[in-house]
């Protein structure tokens, strides 16, 4: 679980990104291995940040879905180069999935193209030609054209929880601060790094 101060500051980091005009503040680097050890990242949006870590979705059987399904560990990275001397916040951790009900609930808010395209789409496989997505796209229109669209079997949410948070505020000639809070024997250690 995190701690207030950690939560608190992200979130008051998060704000200050929003409000220095930060495009897509909640865009985050998401890092994650396959068995073998290789590893591969991605830009994903943070969709909730609460005491459990730090929430997203996507298609469990892509390859992040099948990486973070085999390997259940993961890496985040923000960076607000628009805040203040450049902010970057390092987040690495479990993996877990979210509840039904709560996916459920997040993806009724999406928007109705964006709730046709989890169905449409084999994320990650290969496409033979556009053609053949947008037929699969017309036939999810079709086959909801009366309906609310359901949130498909394979797709959810996933819940990093943490075990390291790191906030990185840039310093003119490199000069920078780093605060690490760590998770281990049952709590949060606190230890300013070099920079």
Known sequence: M??????NTFRRLMAEAQAAGEPDAN???LASAEA?????SRMLLLKSADARGFT???????????QLHAQPRAAMCFHWKHLRDGVQ??????????????ADAYFATRPRESQLGAWASLQSQTLPDRATFEQRYADAERRYANAPV????HWSGLRLVPD????WYGV???LHERHRHEWHEGAWHYRLLYP
């Not at 995190?2 to 939560?7: C, G, V």
């Not at 359901?150 to 079997?153: A, D, E, I, S, T």
């Open 2 to 7: 995190l701690s207030d101060e950690i939560l």
């Open 27 to 29: 865009a985050m680097n």
């Open 36 to 40: 073998g050890g290789r590893v591969s």
């Open 56 to 66: 997203f979705y996507t298609n469990l059987d892509s390859d992040k879905g099948r």
């Open 89 to 102: 916040v390092r987040i690495e951790g479990r993996v877990e999935a979210v509840d039904d009900a709560e």
């Open 150 to 153: 359901p949130r498909p079997p």
């Open 164 to 167: 390291l948070v790191e906030f």
């Open 172 to 174: 003119p000639f490199r």
